[in-house]
C-alpha cells in the first residue's frame, strides 16, 4: 500500500493546527525555513513527519518539495506580513511564493487530491482595476511582479493577498485536468504569533476595531481555520474548486455594511 502523503508548507500557528488535524494516518512532510521546532512538536505528539528546508521564493527549493511526491494534499500556510517584512519580501513569498506552490506541485498532486493555499481578508479588501486582476491571475510567474507594484509593505500585503486569490482561482482548469481541485482559504485576524505581532503593530488599533465591529466579536485561532481546510479537503468539498473562503468571524461583512450596522 502507497504511503498517503501530506505536504504542509509553512510550519508556524496554522501549519501545526492543520497538521493535526490532517496528519493522522499519514506521512507529512513539513516544509519551512526553519522546520525543527514544529517538527519536534508533532513527533512528540506521535505523528510521522519529516521536515524539508523549504524557501518558497526559490522556484527550485519549492520543486524538491513536491518531487518527493505525489501527494494527497497539500497546504500552503508560509507567508510574512508588514509588520515583519518590506514590500519587496511581501511580493516575493507571498506573492510569488504562491505561484511556485501552484506551479510545482500541479504534477504532483494525486488524483482526487486538493491543494489549499492560505491568503488573507486583506485580499478582500483591495480594489484593482481589471488588467491588473487579469495580471495576478495569469501572467507568467516570474513575470509577476511589476516595478510598478506599491512600495508600502500594508499595500503590498493587500495586493499579494489578492493575487493569491486569483492565482488559485486561474489555476482550477489545471488542476481539474490532473483530476485535482485547488482552492484558498482567507482568514481573518488569529491568533498566531505573526497575527500577535500585527496587533502590537502600527495597525493593531485599526485591526481591533475591525474585530470589534464583526459578527462574531472575536479574533480567531489556528483551529478555526484548520476545520476549513480540512473540510476543502475532504470528499464533501468534491464539488468545490477555484473557490475562496473567507473565514474571518465577519469582519470584512462587518467593514462593507458598516454604514448600515451604525444606522440600525
Not at 45 to 67: C, F, R
Not at 183 to 201: C, D, F, R, W
Amino acid at each position: 500500500m502507497s504511503q498517503r502523503l501530506l505536504a504542509i508548507i509553512g510550519s508556524g500557528g496554522m501549519g501545526l493546527a492543520i497538521a493535526r488535524r490532517l496528519g493522522s494516518g499519514r506521512r507529512i512532510i513539513l516544509g519551512d525555513l526553519n522546520p525543527d521546532a514544529a517538527t519536534a512538536t508533532l513527533l512528540g505528539e506521535g505523528d510521522n513527519v519529516s521536515p524539508l528546508h523549504v524557501d518558497v521564493s526559490s522556484l527550485a527549493s519549492v520543486q524538491a518539495m513536491a518531487k518527493l511526491g505525489p501527494f494527497e494534499t497539500i497546504i500552503h500556510t508560509a507567508g510574512v506580513s508588514p509588520t515583519i517584512a518590506t514590500a519587496e519580501k511581501i511580493y516575493e513569498v507571498d506573492l510569488r511564493g504562491t505561484a511556485h506552490v501552484i506551479d510545482a506541485f500541479v504534477g504532483q498532486v494525486k488524483e482526487g487530491g486538493s491543494l489549499v493555499c492560505i491568503s488573507s481578508m486583506a485580499g478582500h479588501f483591495a480594489k484593482l482595476p481589471p488588467e491588473l486582476e487579469r495580471h495576478l491571475g495569469s501572467a507568467r510567474t516570474e513575470d509577476l511582479v511589476l516595478e510598478s507594484f506599491p512600495k508600502d509593505p500594508g499595500e503590498a500585503y493587500v495586493l499579494a493577498k489578492r493575487g493569491n486569490i486569483l492565482r488559485v482561482q486561474a489555476a482550477a482548469k489545471r488542476y481539474g485536468d490532473v483530476g485535482a481541485r485547488i482552492n484558498s482559504v482567507s482568514p481573518g485576524v488569529i491568533q498566531t504569533s505573526m497575527g500577535a505581532a500585527e496587533l502590537k503593530g502600527p495597525s493593531g488599533v485599526y485591526m481591533q476595531a475591525m474585530v470589534g465591529l464583526s459578527g462574531c466579536k472575536r479574533v480567531g485561532t489556528p483551529d478555526d481555520i484548520a476545520a476549513v481546510v480540512a473540510f476543502l479537503c475532504g470528499q464533501d468539498a468534491s464539488y468545490i474548486t477555484g473557490n475562496d473562503i473567507l473565514v474571518d468571524g465577519g469582519t470584512v461583512a462587518g467593514q462593507v455594511w458598516r454604514d448600515v450596522s451604525e444606522d440600525k
